[in-house]
Structure formats: structure tokens, C-alpha cells
């Protein structure tokens, strides 16, 4: 009998929804019939239906919403702009319950077995509730040991949430959960609203956050920062004043990656493939690069082929990189090597590494300078300088959290609520078709949105409504806007002001003196082999500034000289002398902070085998202008012009001319990530 | 300590917490991480390691239903290799749900995560034994 009522009272719904159609022909605001009917299904006493009949139902609910979804869109497109903002409002409610809808049906295809009854969505307050899988997204549980104690009997015990009792065994990760438990927190959530217009400050928070999840595919990182997202909200909402003030708030960008010019990984610069005539003398990057590829790194120009690693490197295969053994490993990451072969082979350029195709071999120690962060002076700047702000901004945080948590006796239940539910929500999201099918940057916005939604409804509204859990009083609204917010900002600009001291120390850390010992070994096919020892210093707070100068002095021997062609054990001596210069560049992109850099080369060479012979020179002389333009997205074009006033080989002058492209992959990556932050 | 999700733990009071951080894949640049507990008035957070292993450790010494908060920064200073990353493990007493904690990388892009530590599990003989020195 029950299920013949039910039956009729589902067909009576459903020709009810389908004379919405008709209906809408007959009135003059075909969305108010469509709303009516609506809340008429709504009032349905669903408590009897059976599962199959309760499915129908809601299927029948579904469309309902879906068709007044259409008539509002379609209303909103004639509307006044008085009538914009209310329509919208509740065309987003709507979206809400077709969500929960949706996702409510899904399960239910799931798992058709399940009783209905506690994954109905409460309709009396015409809103959606949580879904199943929404209450097993977290869990509030107490794990009371050796007894059913009501807690310490402390007073904020007394506010806490209905939470159940139980002495489970929880598992991992709350959704891993095989039996769904009933949360009261989750149940208890609001329906996501719009938040239009997030203060700048929130909606950067939201959108890392969201980048996050989408990026690792890992919903827990939509409360990573969930404790400040509920605070600027809360300062968003408790007044306009505060408001205001919140909005003003620098957006705060953490300190971060700057270009580094220092770079030079590559044959040396007598090479073919070489582009400037001088050679630097840092190889920090040699172990970064070492290391990301494994212990060795290969680097081909079209010329020539270069391997290299560094001690420390090989040293950090066993056990991994980590901060202390790096610290560990003391000279080892002084030393670097590289392996420079002729590349013959295009297609396969490891089939180039052999024996024959070696054209050098060498090895560079720092002796002086470093210019890492790891430089003590540096690391001196940063816990003196620096540290200390950063701690600020979080005190300035703690503070504002940890007051409004004593005040308010719903703070850290409703917080707790975000950061235990919105895991759930998003996993939810993410696994609706829309989102799998959509692009990564459409991820992310799906997810903000979701976030915001949740922030706006949950939180916002908390503060604003009149019987709102986080109702603030005039004694807190002042704490906000005279001392939260205030502390906020004084520690946001000292971290701006940091910003710029950081940049300006790590300028400075690549101008201070760096001097570095090489051994190259250069093999001949068609001649001798011979090794090179050179210095190398560079300097750049020096009496030429703004130009840097880069000395290099050597010289080289002969492994195994050969008297017929005149040569001795010493085979030259040379010296090479550079100024360099840098200015901005009009073709990067603004958060790119390359520059043009220029540089004037000299180089001296006394090959000592030359001497008596008439068809070469002994002393020969070398100029060269190099330059380096960076255009955007890490693309630069390196170009040089030399005049010599005789080759090694011959004793005619000679004009010659550089050029190639460059992708810095490092730059690239840190553009990249820079966009992808705004 | 019971793991709810990456960023939340439910506690005991009087429990000690332990935060390791270890940067890895930094080479020659410096890992820096900061973090503070709540507004450090009632506890301040000591790093019982060093700057290339901090060890934070403290004591839940809130009451039930209270949450304690762990603010962090981490900062990946100029130069620092792309793979690199910050493995934060976190620790308590008889740990449900773990290995606990979270790795921020140089690819994340939020790098401010908060720790809560919501006092919601209550151990019966510590509870007895504080009430009884509530009652004396």
C-alpha cells in the first residue's frame, strides 16, 4: 500500500514537471511557476519512499532545478541591473543543488544497494546537504581509550560540536574509510556561495592553493592554507573599514627566484663551438646540473658534446642531496669535472662519447670567493635580516588567529569544519567529468571557485548574518581593524622592503671575488695532446665598475712533445682580460629580470713553437666583442665579433663572427611558474 | 597523534609533537624554512635540529576541542634546483595513520602551509590523573 502512494505521489511530481513547459507559456514569469513547483517536490515527505521510488524522485527534482537553471539564464539576459545581482545569487544556489544532485545520483548508480535513507538531501531548508561521500570525507571522532570519558571536563569542551564517540580504528587518510562514518561537521556545511570580488590577498591564497591540487592532483592541499583563508575572510566580512583595509594589503609574494647571469657550462672558449674567448671562473651551476641528470649532465652545442659532474654529485648518488650531507661532503663540492667530445654523430649524440671523439678533458676547484646562498656572509644577512620578518608576517598571523580563537567560541570548530570537509569537496569535484576533461589552468579555476564558494558561505555569511556563529562585537571589529590588521601590514611591507634586500645581497653575492683553479686536457687527433692549467678571477666591485672583470692566465704543456715540430715541454703561455657590462633589456617580459650583457675581450697568446718558424707568429693577439640579448621565455641570443691578428696555425689576420640561440630552461621555468602564479 | 588529512592531526593533551624537516636536492643554496606556534605567547616552537634539519618539537598544552596551529614558510632562495624539496614528516605518540606529514616542492606554488593539531583525543588515565590534580 505504502508503495503505491509513493508511486502515485512520484507520478503526480513528474506530470507536474512535465506541465512546467506548458506552464511556462500560460504565465507571465515562467521562472516563478517553475520555482513553486519546485518548492511543492521539495516538501515531498520523502521518509517512505522506497530506493527505486526515492531515485525517481530525485531524478524528477533534478530536471525541475536544471529547467528553472535555463529559465534563469535566459531571464538574466533581458534583466535590469537591479535584477542582475539577485538572479545571479540564486541561479548559484541552483548550480549547487544540480551538483549535489548529480553527485548524489552517481553514488547512488554506485552503489544501488545502499540504503537511500542518510544520503537524502535535507529539503526543508530548501538546501542541499552534504553527500555520503562528503561525510566520510573527514571525521571528527573521539578515540576515548580505557573508558567512555567525557573529555578533561575543561570548559571549551563544553562547545564542542556532537562528536561521536567511538573507539574506532581509523585508517590513513579519512577517505580511505571502508564504512562511511557520520559526520557532523560536514553534515553541517553550507552550500558553497559566490564570492564575488575576494580581496586580492585571499583570492592569491585560494589560487596557490588551487594550483596545487590541481597540479598534484591532491585535494588535501586545498586546506594547506586553510587557517588564513578563514582569517581574511573573516577580516573581509567583519566591516567595511576592514574590508578596506585588507584590500590595501600588499599581495604577498614569497621571496623568491631572481635571474642568475653566472652560468657557463660548456667547452672551453678556444672550443670551435665556443662563442666568447674567455672563460668565467664559477661552475656552481656545474654541480646543479650534475645532479638533476643523475650524477652527470650532457650538454651539446651542435659542436661539440659536454659531460660533466662534480665530486659532490657522485658523492650525493649514495644517500641522496639533503642540506647536512652537503654540508658534509666539505671540499668535494669545490671540485667539478667535464668531458668535451666532437660531436659526429647528430642522431645519437651518446654514440659521439668514445674514446676518439674526446677533444678534452678537465677539471676546476674554487679556491676563493663563494657566491652561493650558502656563503656564510650571506647566510649571516638572511637569519639576521631576513628571518626575522618572516617570522613577523607569521606571529602577525598567529596572533590575529589565536585571539579571535579565544573570543569566539566557535572559531576552531568552524575552521576545523573547512579544513575536514573541503578535501572531500574537492576530491568530489575532481572527479566529475567536467573537471577531468578540463585543461589544468580550468582545473584551477574550478577549484578556487570551489574554494571561494566554501569561504563565502561557511565563513563570510558566519560573520555577517545576524545569528551567525562568528558574529563579531564592537570590542573585536576593533582588535581587527586597530591591531590584527595593522600588524599585518607592517609585517607585509617589512617582507616587501626584504624582498628588494634580498635581491640587492644576491646581486652583491655575484660580485664579490671568485677565483677558481682549472686543468684541461685538450686531445689532438692530428697533433699532440697538451694540458692547460689556468687561473681564473673574477671581480666585480673593483676600481672598473660598473664593468666586472674577468682575468685568465695559463699555460700549457705538452704530454709527450715532439722535437720534429719544434716543440718543447712548455707549449704557450696566454692571459685573456675581460670587461663586461650589463643594462635591462626591452624584449623580456616584466617579471624576467635578464639583462643585456656585454663584454670586451682581450687575449694574449705566446705559443713558444711558432718562434723561427716564417709561416706563423709566435705572439698572437686576439679582440672580441660579445654580447648577449635575452628575449622572452628564457630565449637569448648570444653573439660575438673577433679579430685576431693570426691563428695558431697560420699567420694571416683574420676577421670572425658568432652566433647561435640559447634556451635557458631554468629561466623558462621560473617565468613560467611566475605567470602561473597571478 | 591521528592523521585526519596532510595538514590535520587530532592530539592528546600533553602529548609532545615533533615537526622534521629535511630540504633535499638544494646543492649549494640555502634552505630556509621558518614556523612559529599559534602567537608563541603560552609556547614557543624550538628548533631542536639545525638550519639543514630543523626539528621542531612541542607539547599540546591546550585543553580539549582547542587546536593548536603551526604557521610555516618555506623559501626556495634563487638558484635553487628545480627538483627541490622540503619533506616535512610529523610525529606524536602511538601515531595513527602515518607516516604523517607533506612535501613542499619548488613546483608548489602555496608555500605557507599550516599544521593543525585539534585536541580531540583524550587518554582516560591522563585525564583521571589531571582531573584528580584539578580536584587537589
Known amino acids: 500500500m505504502k508503495k503505491v502512494i509513493s508511486l502515485s505521489l512520484v507520478f503526480s511530481l513528474i506530470v507536474l514537471n512535465s506541465l512546467v513547459c506548458v506552464a511556462q507559456t500560460e504565465t507571465g514569469d515562467p521562472c516563478k511557476k517553475l520555482r513553486l513547483d519546485i518548492e511543492r517536490m521539495e516538501k515531498a515527505h520523502t521518509e517512505n519512499f522506497t530506493p527505486a521510488v526515492y531515485k ?10 536544471k529547467e528553472l537553471d535555463g529559465c534563469l539564464e535566459h531571464k538574466l539576459s533581458g534583466a535590469s541591473e537591479t535584477e542582475v545581482a539577485s538572479l545571479r545569487a540564486e541561479k548559484v544556489a541552483l548550480e549547487d543543488k544540480i551538483l549535489f544532485f548529480e553527485i548524489a545520483l552517481r553514488q547512488s548508480e554506485v552503489s544501488p544497494n545502499q540504503n537511500p535513507a542518510p544520503e537524502r538531501p535535507a529539503l526543508t531548508d530548501a538546501q542541499p546537504q552534504a553527500t555520503p561521500s562528503m561525510q566520510h570525507a573527514s571525521s571528527a571522532l573521539v578515540v576515548r581509550e580505557n573508558g567512555n570519558g567525557n573529555g578533561n ?20 587518510t579519512p577517505a580511505a574509510q571502508d564504512t562511511p562514518q557520520v559526520d557532523d561537521l560536514c553534515k553541517d556545511l553550507q552550500p558553497g556561495k559566490a564570492y564575488d570580488n575576494p580581496p586580492p590577498i585571499l583570492s592569491t591564497l585560494v589560487n596557490r592553493s588551487a594550483a596545487d591540487v590541481a597540479n598534484f592532483d591532491d585535494p588535501d592541499n586545498a586546506v594547506a592554507s586553510i587557517t588564513q583563508m578563514v582569517l581574511y575572510t573573516i577580516f573581509d566580512a567583519a566591516s567595511a573599514n576592514s574590508s578596506t583595509i585588507l584590500r590595501g594589503l600588499e599581495d604577498y609574494q614569497y621571496l623568491s627566484e631572481t635571474a642568475r647571469t653566472d652560468k657557463q657550462i660548456g667547452p672551453a672558449p678556444n672550443s670551435d663551438g665556443a662563442v666568447s674567448a674567455i672563460e668565467k671562473p664559477s661552475f656552481a651551476r656545474l654541480l646543479g646540473f650534475a645532479i638533476e641528470h643523475g650524477g652527470i649532465t650532457k650538454k651539446n652545442n651542435g659542436t661539440n658534446l659536454t659531460l660533466s659532474t662534480s665530486l659532490y654529485s657522485l658523492y650525493a648518488m649514495t644517500g641522496g642531496d639533503t642540506a647536512e650531507r652537503y654540508q658534509e661532503a666539505g671540499f668535494l663540492n669545490r671540485i667539478g669535472v667535464a668531458a668535451t667530445f666532437a660531436v659526429a654523430d647528430q642522431n645519437d649524440e651518446l654514440a659521439n662519447v668514445r674514446r676518439n671523439n674526446l677533444s678534452e678533458w678537465s677539471a676546476k676547484v674554487r679556491l676563493f670567493g663563494d657566491r652561493s646562498t650558502r656563503s656564510k656572509r650571506f647566510q649571516e644577512f638572511w637569519d639576521l635580516k631576513v628571518r626575522p620578518l618572516i617570522r613577523a608576517r607569521l606571529l602577525a598571523l598567529g596572533h590575529s588567529v589565536e585571539s579571535l580563537s579565544k573570543q569566539l567560541k566557535d572559531y576552531d570548530v568552524i575552521e576545523r569544519q573547512s579544513k575536514r570537509c573541503l578535501p572531500g569537496l574537492a576530491q568530489q569535484r575532481m572527479a566529475q567529468a567536467d573537471y577531468k576533461a578540463a585543461g589544468k589552468d580550468e582545473q584551477k579555476r574550478i577549484i578556487a571557485d570551489l574554494i571561494l564558494q566554501h569561504l563565502r558561505a561557511n565563513i563570510f555569511n558566519q560573520v555577517r548574518d545576524e545569528n551567525g556563529k562568528l558574529k563579531l562585537s564592537d570590542e573585536q571589529l576593533g582588535q581587527i581593524e586597530g591591531d590584527f590588521l595593522p600588524r599585518l601590514k607592517t609585517a607585509l611591507d617589512n617582507l616587501v622592503l626584504a624582498d628588494a634586500a634580498v635581491k640587492k645581497e644576491i646581486a652583491d653575492l655575484a660580485k664579490g671575488p671568485l677565483a677558481t683553479f682549472a686543468f684541461t686536457n685538450y686531445r689532438i687527433p692530428t697533433g699532440s695532446d697538451y694540458s692547460e692549467t689556468k687561473f681564473l678571477f673574477e671581480q666585480d666591485k673593483g676600481l672598473f665598475r660598473p664593468l666586472k672583470l674577468v682575468g685568465n692566465v695559463g699555460m700549457t704543456f705538452y704530454n709527450k712533445p715532439d722535437p720534429l715540430l719544434n716543440q718543447k715541454r712548455a707549449r704557450d703561455f696566454s692571459a685573456a682580460l675581460s670587461f663586461e657590462g650589463s ?35 709566435p705572439d698572437i693577439g686576439a679582440f672580441q666583442f660579445v654580447m648577449e640579448i635575452p628575449f622572452f621565455k628564457g630565449l637569448s641570443l648570444p653573439l660575438s665579433a673577433t679579430y685576431a691578428n693570426a691563428t695558431e696555425e697560420e699567420r694571416k689576420s683574420h676577421f670572425r663572427f658568432n652566433f647561435g640561440m640559447r634556451l635557458d630552461t631554468d629561466k623558462l621555468f621560473e617565468l613560467l611558474r611566475a605567470a602561473s602564479n597571478r | 597523534m591521528r592523521k585526519v588529512n596532510k595538514f590535520s592531526y587530532d592530539v592528546r593533551r600533553g602529548e609532545k609533537i615533533t615537526i622534521t624537516v629535511v630540504p633535499k636536492d638544494f646543492l649549494g643554496e640555502l634552505p630556509s624554512v621558518e614556523a612559529t606556534l599559534d602567537d608563541e605567547e603560552d609556547q614557543k616552537l624550538v628548533n631542536t635540529g639545525t638550519n639543514n634539519k630543523p626539528i621542531f618539537v612541542f607539547t599540546v598544552k591546550k585543553p580539549f576541542n582547542a587546536t593548536h596551529r603551526v604557521f610555516m614558510e618555506f623559501t626556495f632562495l634563487p638558484g635553487t634546483p628545480d627538483k627541490a624539496c622540503y619533506e616535512v614528516t610529523i610525529g606524536g605518540q602511538n601515531d595513527v595513520g602515518c607516516p604523517c606529514g607533506f612535501k613542499i616542492c619548488k613546483t608548489n606554488q602555496n608555500l605557507e602551509p599550516v599544521i593543525s593539531f585539534d585536541v580531540l583525543l583524550v587518554d582516560q588515565t591522563n585525564s583521571d590523573s589531571e582531573s584528580a590534580q584539578e580536584d587537589a
Not at chain 1, 525517481?56 to 532545478?65: D, I, P, Q
Not at chain 1, 571536563?153 to 590513513?172: C, E, M, N, V
Not at chain 1, 639583462?595 to 709561416?615: C, K, M, Q
Request: hydrophobic share 30%; net charge positive; proline share 6%.
Open chain 1, 56 to 65: 525517481v524522485y530525485k531524478e524528477a527534482l533534478l530536471k525541475a532545478y
Open chain 1, 153 to 172: 571536563g575543561t570548559s571549551s569542551a563544553s562547545s564542542a560540536q556532537p562528536l561521536t564517540s567511538t573507539a574506532a580504528t581509523p585508517t590513513s
Open chain 1, 583 to 617: 643594462s635591462r633589456s626591452p624584449f623580456t617580459e616584466d617579471e624576467n629580470r635578464s639583462r643585456i650583457t656585454y663584454s670586451f675581450v682581450g687575449r694574449y697568446e705566446r705559443l713558444f713553437e711558432n718562434r723561427r718558424l716564417p709561416v706563423r707568429k
